[in-house]
């Protein structure tokens, strides 16, 4: 039923609010009206309950006299949607790193020199000739230059992941992933955790190395013949970088998609196993993803926010970012979307398409890592959804669901700005596609969910899921370097949720057996909330793990009700890292806050 509907209808059958013992005086039963009674231990059922089992079709009614005719016999949940769209996830993964400000705090590395080995050295030898993250430098100094193999880089010739290290070595030749492959095995035979890693941004689709150094001082970088040691990232960061793709992030914040090849081995080519989706990259993505909701809102992370639910089907969203955001390369970015839904909270479907002029995007060049700006226009389509291909109540309180879900968005980049490429070309002063930047942008996923949800008595409800969620951009990226396997985050998680009067709180933990991307996360969580007349207080707390050590996220918000359809809310939220090698940290990307206004026609 739609809402002018449901609303006219629920003031004409409770002006105001209905006692359970005059359930008859609406034909049904005390049991039934308690079934479509939200908070039940009042004894009452108010207009705005019987507007929302009006709007979900929960119940069917006799319009002319007002009375009830049937109930639908479905089980209700906590926090369960109103219309289309995802329910709360509770289990959500990790999705800021250190950075830095490219205009402000800029970075350069050391330059060793250069070192070549003897013709017909063994892979074997050169591990015990070249032993330091200094002499890999050198080692590898001739490939950005001297013995690059442009014909592998132009006509895509050999392995469309990397050559095996003892062939690298042997061709004395090859391109970026080859040469950081190599380094990364000399590394590593070292005693060194190092990997290959790459990254895409504007005008980018590179690889580097990244390595953790010996002596508790964090993770370095290697490019060619320049080297960014733990020490130097340190010092820019403020903290040591914990992880791989820390490092990679702090020496260039522009990266969208970070790629993580797989561990080095003698004799084997290598390929990228996983996906590391920064803020740049996840921001983007909310510009395009719409409430349908009326609402005005401004949060540090993402800007100033204008949503507008045309009808029931249409929305439309304008966003611009304030210059607070922790993505450098997205700050003071405009963007507008227009989208469109449809179905309910089992089948449901959106679309949207939006532009985004971003006037901070740019890159560092490869090797002296000067900074350039190149304004991006970028044009994009997002869609989501889900399918419930099996749904069964057990019993009147148990109910077990079969759900297929995708998330898809297509992302074409223009930049504009003469200048240089990141390796050292020449760009005009126009607008032409940028394939690192459209690759970055791009997301595909898609997720396979077994649930079993239920109400263990009036105040006390579940939820539980066994999931598998296929990354199709991994899965193309991973296969196109001859990776195998499914490229999949799998798990299982499950939540207990209690509401006593104004009450509620919530208690959720998650397991991946198997992760491919930063998505989702291994963690557990909870939170509290209280309603005082018109306001409601919340507190959320959970600890999720991820390569740079378990991280504590806090969360507080304020929801007042102005008026019956009109909310206003505040919110913070807050990261902190706990490294069992490193300490703890405050992780200031993470810390978000905001503050708006939502209102229902």
Same mark, same amino acid.
């Given at each position: 039923m739609d809402a002018a509907r449901a609303r006219s209808l629920a003031e004409k059958m409770v002006p105001t609010a209905l006692a359970h013992d005059q359930a008859a005086k609406l034909g049904i039963t005390t049991v039934q009206i308690k079934s479509i009674d939200k908070d039940s231990s009042d004894g009452q059922l108010t207009q705005d309950e019987l507007y929302q089992a009006l709007l979900t079709d929960k119940i069917q009614v006799d319009e002319a006299s007002g009375r009830i005719l049937s109930v639908a016999s479905s089980v209700s949940f906590v926090d369960?949607?109103?219309?289309?769209?995802?329910?709360?996830? #509770? /289990?959500?993964?990790?999705?800021?790193?250190?950075?830095?400000?490219?205009?402000?705090?800029?970075?350069?590395?050391?330059?060793?020199g250069t070192y070549t080995p003897p013709k017909g050295m063994s892979l074997g030898d050169l591990t015990q000739s070249v032993k330091t993250p200094d002499q890999v430098t050198k080692l590898l100094q001739p490939f950005g230059s001297s013995i690059y193999d442009y014909e592998r880089a132009d006509k895509g010739t050999g392995p469309g992941g990397t050559q095996s290290p003892e062939y690298t070595l042997e061709q004395r030749k090859g391109i970026c992933r080859d040469s950081h492959f190599l380094g990364a095995y000399v590394l590593q035979e070292n005693g060194y955790n190092a990997r290959q890693t790459g990254y895409k941004s504007e005008g980018v689709a590179h690889a580097v190395l990244t390595y953790e150094g010996k002596q508790g001082?964090?993770?370095?970088?290697?490019?060619?013949?320049?080297?960014?040691?733990?020490?130097?990232?340190?010092?820019?960061?403020?903290?040591?970088?914990?992880?791989?793709?820390?490092?990679?992030?702090?020496?260039?914040?522009?990266?969208?998609?970070? +790629?993580?090849?797989?561990?080095?081995?003698?004799?084997?080519?290598?390929?990228?196993?996983?996906?590391?989706?920064?803020?740049?990259?996840?921001?983007?993505? @909310?510009?395009?993803?719409?409430?349908?909701?009326n609402s005005i809102e401004w949060d540090r992370n993402g800007g100033a926010k204008l949503e507008m639910a045309l009808n029931k089907n249409f929305g439309l969203k304008i966003q611009y970012d304030t210059g607070s955001s922790p993505d450098p390369t997205s700050r003071h970015a405009v963007s507008a979307a227009l989208g469109y839904q449809v179905g309910n909270s089992d089948n449901w479907a959106r679309?949207?398409?939006?532009?985004?002029?971003?006037?901070?995007?740019? /890159?560092?060049?490869?090797?002296?890592?000067?900074?350039?700006? /190149? !304004?991006? #226009?970028v044009a994009g389509i997002h869609a989501e959804g889900q399918l419930t291909a099996y749904k069964q109540n057990l019993g009147e309180n148990h109910q077990l669901r079969t759900t297929v879900g995708a998330d898809v968005t297509s992302a074409f980049a223009f930049t504009n700005s003469a200048g240089?490429?990141?390796?050292?070309?020449?760009? @005009? @002063?126009?607008?032409?596609?940028?394939?690192?930047?459209?690759?970055?942008?791009?997301?595909?996923?898609?997720?396979?969910?077994?649930?079993? @949800?239920?109400?263990?008595?009036?105040? #006390?409800?579940?939820?539980?899921?066994?999931?598998?969620? !296929?990354?199709?951009?991994?899965?193309?990226?991973?296969?196109?370097?001859?990776?195998?396997?499914?490229?999949? +985050?799998?798990?299982?998680?499950?939540? #207990?949720?209690?509401?006593?009067?104004?009450?509620?709180? /919530?208690?959720?933990?998650?397991?991946?057996?198997?992760?491919v991307n930063n998505l989702e996360a291994t963690g557990a969580s909870t939170g509290a909330s209280y309603k005082f007349g018109p306001m409601r207080v919340a507190a959320d707390a959970g600890m999720v793990n991820s390569p740079e050590g378990w991280r504590l996220r806090t969360s507080q918000s304020v929801n007042v009700k102005l008026t019956k359809d009109v909310d206003a809310y505040g919110f913070a939220a807050q990261e902190q890292i706990y490294n069992n090698q490193y300490g703890h940290f405050n992780q200031h990307q993470g810390? +978000?806050?905001?503050?708006?206004?939502?209102?229902?026609?």
């Open positions: 369960d949607p109103v219309g289309p769209g995802p329910k709360r996830d #509770l /289990h959500s993964g990790y999705t800021t790193l250190g950075t830095r400000n490219p205009e402000t705090q800029p970075l350069k590395g050391t330059n060793p001082e964090g993770f370095g970088l290697i490019e060619y013949g320049t080297h960014y040691s733990p020490e130097q990232i340190s010092q820019i960061l403020g903290r040591p970088a914990l992880s791989h793709e820390e490092a990679l992030q702090a020496v260039r914040p522009e990266a969208k998609l970070i +790629n993580v090849y797989s561990k080095p081995e003698a004799n084997q080519t290598g390929h990228i196993e996983s996906l590391y989706y920064t803020m740049g990259h996840m921001l983007y993505q @909310d510009t395009l993803k719409l409430k349908h909701e679309i949207s398409a939006g532009v985004q002029y971003r006037p901070e995007e740019g /890159h560092h060049s490869i090797g002296s890592n000067q900074w350039e700006k /190149h !304004p991006a #226009l240089t490429t990141a390796s050292n070309g020449n760009t @005009d @002063d126009k607008f032409k596609l940028n394939q690192g930047l459209s690759t970055g942008l791009t997301h595909a996923t898609v997720r396979l969910s077994q649930h079993l @949800d239920g109400k263990l008595n009036h105040q #006390l409800s579940y939820r539980s899921e066994v999931f598998a969620a !296929p990354d199709v951009m991994a899965m193309s990226l991973g296969y196109g370097t001859g990776g195998k396997g499914i490229y999949s +985050n799998t798990g299982v998680n499950a939540s #207990l949720h209690y509401q006593q009067g104004n009450f509620g709180a /919530h208690l959720g933990a998650q397991y991946l057996f198997t992760q810390m +978000n806050f905001g503050v708006g206004v939502k209102a229902r026609f």
